[in-house]
């Protein structure tokens, strides 16, 4: 339905091999967390998903749909599906919170200034700032810039998210409310995620917990029992390559030399 998934996908610029033979799956509503250093390809495989950069072979499927041989104007109805929170996802200074994410919706001209209003206040709202609608990013700390940018992200309601790292340089307390919001859309609305990252406790976190609504519709986050999240699995890169693809459990026990090293 609106699963991802990646087949012997290979990219180079000049004689640098940026991924060689890369696949993956992710299926609906599941989520894949990649870990790799810098320049290992990360951010070039979300890319990949929106359609942005162009494999040089393998093939790339979004939701059902073969994406290769797509043009621009055939993609836009799967972009529309995805939201991608940039790694350099910088917001426009001169806008304010509101302009900033109801940008697109006013460039496409979807909807009345009331309808656009609506869906700004809504997204606004479930990254918990409401308040902060009418101010300028200038006046926002580095955690609300980036809750602003997930609320553009969510604008359109997507089946799928991707995040280039949402929590980097942001303090403990500030990325556990990131991560909370990226498991509620997981959990509670299925989305399909793809998740960025450096930080590992974050990591860690979303492979651990679930969320879910108690009766009273308070949301709420619960350790699984055995500390596993079955729907969220890892992807550790090097140079483009998929160095170990497993569970929480699978991470914890190796013994390759390069993957404890970034755990430890
Ligand atoms: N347009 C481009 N032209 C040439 N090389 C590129 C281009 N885009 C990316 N690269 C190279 O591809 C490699 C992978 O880049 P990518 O941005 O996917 O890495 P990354 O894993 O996201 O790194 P980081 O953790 O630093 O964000 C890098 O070596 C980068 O220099
Ligand atoms: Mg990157």
């Given at each position: ?20 033979r ?7 509503a ?12 990360k951010?070039?495989?979300l ?10 072979s ?32 910088a917001l ?7 302009e ?5 919706l ?11 209003r609506?869906?700004?206040?809504e997204?606004?709202g ?9 101010r ?15 609320a553009?992200a969510?604008?359109g309601n ?6 280039d ?11 556990r409310?990131i ?7 997981r ?8 998740f ?20 009273n ?48």
């Open positions: 339905m609106n699963g991802i998934r990646f087949e012997t996908v290979s990219k180079s610029y000049d004689d640098q091999v940026v991924l060689d890369f696949s993956m799956s992710v299926e609906t599941e989520m894949k967390i990649i870990l790799g250093g810098s320049g290992s390809g951010s070039t495989i890319k990949m998903v929106l359609g942005l950069i162009r494999p040089d393998g093939s790339i499927t979004v939701s059902d749909q073969s994406i290769n041989e797509l043009d621009e104007e055939e993609l836009m109805p799967l972009r529309s599906k995805i939201g991608m929170v940039f790694q350099e996802g426009f200074d001169s806008l304010t919170v509101a900033n994410v109801s940008y697109r006013r460039e496409q001209k979807s909807g009345s200034e009331e309808e656009i609506a869906i700004t206040e997204v606004l479930f990254v918990g700032l409401g308040d902060a609608i009418d300028m990013p200038s006046e926002l700390s580095g955690g609300m810039k980036r809750r602003v940018a997930i553009r969510l604008v997507p089946s799928i998210m991707l995040y790292e949402p929590t980097a340089g942001l303090d403990p307390i500030t990325s409310t991560c909370e919001l990226v498991m509620r859309l959990d509670l609305e299925q989305v399909t995620t793809i960025v990252t450096h930080d590992l406790k974050s990591a860690m976190t979303m492979a651990s917990e679930k969320a879910f609504r108690e009766e519709g308070e949301v709420q986050f619960r350790r699984t029992p055995n500390g596993s999240n079955g729907n969220t699995g890892f992807i550790i890169l090097e140079s483009g390559r998929t160095l170990l693809e497993g569970q929480r459990i699978d991470l914890e026990r190796t013994d390759d030399t390069y993957i404890r090293e970034f755990l430890d």
